[in-house]
């Protein structure tokens, strides 16, 4: 294994006001707007990989890919790929092979799937995905390592909130970019940002507020969460 330093970890949410990523229908709730979602669409094109929880791909479906034309044709003249690698992390490997994570666009596609389920990952996506062994259970940190070997310097963890609670309790984020969209969900049914943890960021240590931002009727709040992060 490489002795790269550990990629740059950005996490990426948007909530409600009361701290909710959705609502508990079947249809995805628009928490951000145009402009905001222009705005992540540039900060996933800065990055080498998007990361997400198996959870997220089997109810959001998402592309994970960069938008704007321009941006991946930046990359692309950059010597980079159109779009960052894709990421997930399985514990069981229920993963559907026609998800759009999997069949959307030309971007590398990596699985670290625990030591268990490895057979049966490689079975059900391995034409589709790199699967990797990420130990049981599957630790971000190891993850993370391996990203570097691999030439992965900077990540964007998009969700959802356990993958994100894995990664705050752990200390390997370096920065959090939270939206707040202009409205309640009220529904404990619902998904919140993250549950119950033990994380490094409390009332004796609070995280470092580097820059609140409107966008349109939303407000974005950037974190630093580590030295790595600059200001601006």
Known sequence: MSCAPRPYVLL????????????ASDQRLLLSNE???DRVDAVRASCDAILVGAGTVRRDDPRLLVRSASRRAERVASGRPASPTKVTLTAHGDLDPTARFFTAGESARLVYCATG??????ERIGRQATVVDAGDP???????TDL????????????G???HAQFLAAGLADELHLVVAPFFVGDGRAPRFVGEGNFPWHPGHRARLAEARQIGDVVL???ALSDR???T
């Open 12 to 23: 990426s949410c948007a909530t409600s006001i009361d701290g909710y990523i959705d609502d």
């Open 35 to 37: 402009d905001d979602l």
């Open 117 to 122: 389920a490895l057979e049966k990952t490689q």
């Open 138 to 144: 599957v630790d971000p940190g190891w993850l993370l």
């Open 148 to 159: 570097a070997a691999r030439g992965v310097r900077r990540v964007m963890v998009e969700g």
């Open 161 to 163: 909130g356990t993958v």
């Open 221 to 223: 709040l950037r974190y």
């Open 229 to 231: 992060c600059a200001e």
